[in-house]
C-alpha cells in the first residue's frame, strides 16, 4: 500500500508559475535641461507588439521604432525584440547615427537565456561601429579624455534571473544625459503547470480505485501463499 500511496501523491503538480518578466521598449532618453522620454514604446504579454512612426525628443531623433515579445509556455519558451531605425543622436556635442539598431533576447525552459545586438551603419564621432558587438562593448569617446561612454549589447542579469539586453546605451560622464535603444528583456522561460489527475470522481477516482484493488489482490494472493 506504501508503493500505491506515492504513486498517488506524485500526481500533483510541481510546475512552475508563468513568467511574467518579458518586454521590450525602444527608447528611454534622459537628456540636460530636464528634457526626457519614455520608455516606450513598450510591449509586454499584456500588449505584445507595439510600435512609433518616429521619435523627436530634444537633441535624438529616429524613424519607426518596434517592440515585440512572445512566449509560449506549452513548449517552454519566450523572446523579445526591439529595433530602432534612421538614429540621429547628439550628447555633449559628439554625433552618434545609425541606419538601425537591433536587440533580441530569447529564453528556454532548461537552457541559458540569450541576447544580441546588430547594428546597420551605426557611427560615433564618425567612427563606425562593429554590425555585430560582442556583449558589453565598451567605446569611450574621446578616447583620451572621455566625454561619453557608448555601450554596445549591454547584457544585463537581472536578480529575478531575466536578462535584458540593450542595443545601445549611451551615458554622458559627467552624470547628465543617458540614452538607451532598443532593449528586450526575457527569461527565464517556464511551462504550464501540469493539470493533477482528479482522485474524487471520474477517471482519476477509478484509476486510484484500481491500484487500490490491485495493491489488495497481491497482499491477498501473499497471505494465501503463506498459508499453503
Do not use: K, W
Not at 535603444?181 to 527569461?187: E, H, I, V
Amino acid at each position: 500500500m506504501a508503493a500505491v500511496s506515492t504513486l498517488l501523491m506524485g500526481m500533483t503538480s510541481t510546475a512552475h508559475a508563468r513568467s511574467t518578466t518579458v518586454n521590450a521598449f525602444g527608447a528611454q532618453i534622459s537628456l540636460p535641461l530636464g528634457i526626457t522620454f519614455g520608455p516606450a514604446p513598450v510591449a509586454n504579454l499584456g500588449n505584445p507588439t507595439a510600435s512609433l512612426a518616429s521619435l523627436s525628443v530634444g537633441t535624438v531623433s529616429t524613424g519607426v521604432i518596434g517592440v515585440e515579445v512572445e512566449q509560449n509556455t506549452t513548449v517552454g519558451t519566450e523572446a523579445a525584440r526591439a529595433s530602432v531605425d534612421g538614429l540621429s543622436a547628439t550628447l555633449l556635442g559628439i554625433g552618434i547615427s545609425a541606419g538601425a539598431i537591433q536587440s533580441e533576447c530569447t529564453a528556454t525552459t532548461g537552457l541559458p537565456t540569450t541576447g544580441s545586438t546588430s547594428l546597420a551603419n551605426a557611427q560615433v564621432l564618425g567612427i563606425s561601429l562593429a554590425a555585430n558587438p560582442a556583449p558589453n562593448t565598451v567605446i569611450q569617446i574621446p578616447p583620451l579624455l572621455p566625454l561619453i561612454e557608448v555601450r554596445l549589447n549591454e547584457q544585463i542579469n537581472n536578480p529575478n534571473g531575466s536578462l535584458t539586453v540593450h542595443g545601445m546605451h549611451v551615458i554622458a560622464l559627467s552624470g547628465v544625459g543617458d540614452i538607451i535603444l532598443s532593449s528586450s528583456t526575457c527569461g527565464p522561460a517556464t511551462l504550464d503547470p501540469v493539470d493533477p489527475v482528479p482522485l474524487a470522481s471520474g477517471a482519476g477516482l477509478y484509476l486510484a480505485l484500481g491500484l487500490v484493488a490491485a495493491g489488495g489482490g497481491t497482499l491477498l494472493m501473499r497471505r494465501r501463499r503463506q498459508l499453503v
